[in-house]
């Protein structure tokens, strides 16, 4: 069965700092692989997808995550945080029903 | 462009009690799903529905059915309502066609229901 770990409930980084929550997944094969987030009272936005190709994507806002098989993992990170990022992430596994983890509450230290 | 819109917004229920979210998408899309996101639980699928005309059920089916009602809606309905479904309810639509897109799903804005 497809599974997702997000290890750290909360994160707190400082204004400027870098950043990267950690996803790990259990799935059968060649997995999708998303991030999701959350702004409070919000829905959820996507901020980037691995489908296949370049192991490192790049989404919006400046995030990227890179995809390591041998690990099972794909980590989020982002050189630089702003006030403004300060929300819930969520990464997921799937194909037609995705898997969500149980989401990473990011705080940021101005 | 509106995306994906639930209503309502929030409700209030008691034990036993009926109640409909209502999810309509105008983005054409073919799939469309509902989860519900509890704290520290992340957002677990309850029911969904591939294509116009099928439904499946998700991780969490259990006090919910749902119906496909046209390409753009799909609805939620709780029969009789348990305090135990006191949560925050996300409808999201995908492509669901094959592609890049097929996957990414798009959000509505969420529906938050307490039952006392």
């Known amino acids: 069965a497809q599974s997702v770990t997000q290890p750290d409930i909360h994160i707190t980084v400082s204004e400027g700092a870098s950043l990267e929550l950690r996803c790990n997944y259990s799935y059968g094969a060649t997995p999708y692989l998303f991030w999701y987030v959350q702004s409070p009272g919000q829905g959820l936005q996507l901020l980037l997808k691995y489908f296949s190709g370049d192991t490192l994507v790049q989404g919006i806002k400046g995030f990227e995550a890179e995809f390591k098989r041998s690990q099972s993992s794909f980590n989020l990170r982002k050189p630089s945080v702003h006030w403004s990022d300060a929300a819930e992430y969520f990464c997921a596994v799937g194909a037609s029903k995705l898997v969500f983890g149980a989401g990473t509450i990011l705080r940021v230290k101005s | 462009n509106a995306g994906v819109t639930q209503t309502p917004k929030f409700q209030v229920l008691k034990t036993g009690q009926s109640m409909t979210l209502q999810c309509a998408q105008d983005?054409?899309?073919?799939?469309m799903y509902w989860y519900r996101q509890d704290p520290g639980m992340g957002l677990r699928l309850i029911y969904y529905s591939a294509s116009e005309g099928t439904t499946d059920k998700g991780e969490v089916p259990n006090g919910y059915n749902v119906s496909r009602l046209n390409k753009r809606e799909f609805s939620l309905r709780l029969e009789s309502a348990a305090p135990s479904q006191t949560s925050v309810y996300f409808c999201?639509?995908?492509?669901?066609?094959?592609?890049?897109?097929?996957?990414?799903?798009?959000f509505g804005a969420g529906s938050r229901l307490t039952v006392l």
């Open positions: 983005m054409n899309h073919n799939s």
């Open positions: 999201a639509s995908s492509e669901g066609t094959g592609g890049s897109g097929a996957n990414v799903l798009t």
